[in-house]
């Protein structure tokens, strides 16, 4: 079971729960194809964290100190004061790490009906590195609900597989992210995997709660 709720390890973000949203009128807000998002200092995002199935959940906030000549940018972590680097594509990595190094969950510019692949490479809390391969697809725009509002957002899906970066285990994982451009970021990520296909699925939920970004 601890190696099971390693897979909900994510290289970037993930989101709220999977409840479905539906196209709305609002999503013509949003024109594919849609470009990378342009980062300011102070943008700021808040974020809930939570598994579904254990009830569990925190939150944390992530802040922008500095943008770089590539377009990515350095964030602070609250609490506790941790460190990150939000890539161009805004794919969060770790400090130092290449960028290819952690799964290209978006990849930009985004256009509907476009596929590519993403690889994922992470420390899961307890010490575990996990790889996760998965085929993504831009599905289109659709008005999500977070509990910081309801966004258009460009809709991705991903199915692959992931595995423990030595030794046996893995097996099939989905995972479903919204990007809202207008909050320059995804909003809502939610990831179900399972240890070689059986037994209660591993979750991961990710929900927007507030933001405050410049335009």
Same mark, same amino acid.
């Given at each position: 079971?601890?190696?099971?709720?390693?897979?909900?390890?994510?290289?970037?973000?993930?989101?709220?729960?999977?409840?479905?949203?539906?196209?709305?009128?609002?999503?013509?807000?949003?024109?594919?194809?849609?470009?990378?998002?342009?980062?300011?200092?102070?943008?700021?995002?808040?974020?809930?964290?939570?598994?579904?199935?254990?009830?569990?959940?925190?939150?944390?906030?992530?802040?922008?100190?500095?943008?770089?000549?590539?377009?990515?940018?350095?964030?602070?972590?609250?609490?506790?004061?941790?460190?990150?680097?939000?890539?161009s594509e805004a794919n969060v990595i770790a400090n130092g790490v290449?960028?290819?190094?952690?799964?290209?969950?978006?990849?930009?510019?985004?256009?509907?009906?476009?596929?590519?692949?993403?690889?994922?490479?992470?420390?899961?809390?307890?010490?575990?590195?996990?790889?996760? #391969?998965?085929?993504? =697809?831009?599905?289109?725009?659709?008005?999500?609900?977070?509990? %910081?509002? $309801?966004?258009? *957002? /460009?809709?991705?899906?991903?199915?692959?597989?992931?595995?423990?970066?030595?030794?046996?285990?893995?097996?099939p994982m989905e995972e479903t992210l919204w990007y809202a451009p207008?909050?320059? #970021?995804?909003?809502? =990520?939610?990831?179900?995997?399972?240890?070689?296909?059986?037994? %209660?699925? $591993?979750?991961? *939920? /990710?929900?927007?709660?507030?933001?405050?970004?410049?335009?």
């Open positions: 079971m601890r190696r099971a709720a390693a897979i909900g390890v994510v290289c970037m973000l993930a989101a709220g729960p999977g409840a479905p949203a539906s196209f709305a009128l609002d999503a013509a807000a949003v024109a594919l194809p849609q470009d990378a998002p342009h980062y300011k200092v102070g943008d700021s995002w808040t974020f809930e964290r939570s598994d579904p199935l254990s009830g569990k959940s925190r939150t944390f906030t992530q802040t922008v100190t500095s943008v770089h000549a590539d377009g990515s940018a350095s964030l602070l972590i609250g609490p506790g004061g941790g460190r990150l680097e939000l890539t290449d960028a290819r190094a952690c799964g290209i969950a978006l990849h930009f510019p985004l256009r509907a009906g476009e596929r590519y692949e993403a690889d994922c490479t992470a420390t899961a809390p307890s010490g575990m590195r996990v790889q996760r #391969r998965a085929q993504c =697809e831009v599905e289109g725009v659709e008005t999500v609900q977070t509990k %910081a509002g $309801a966004f258009a *957002a /460009i809709k991705i899906t991903m199915s692959g597989v992931w595995q423990p970066q030595y030794g046996p285990g893995g097996g207008s909050v320059k #970021r995804v909003v809502r =990520e939610a990831f179900q995997g399972r240890l070689a296909g059986r037994g %209660a699925p $591993a979750t991961n *939920a /990710i929900e927007l709660v507030h933001y405050a970004v410049k335009p």
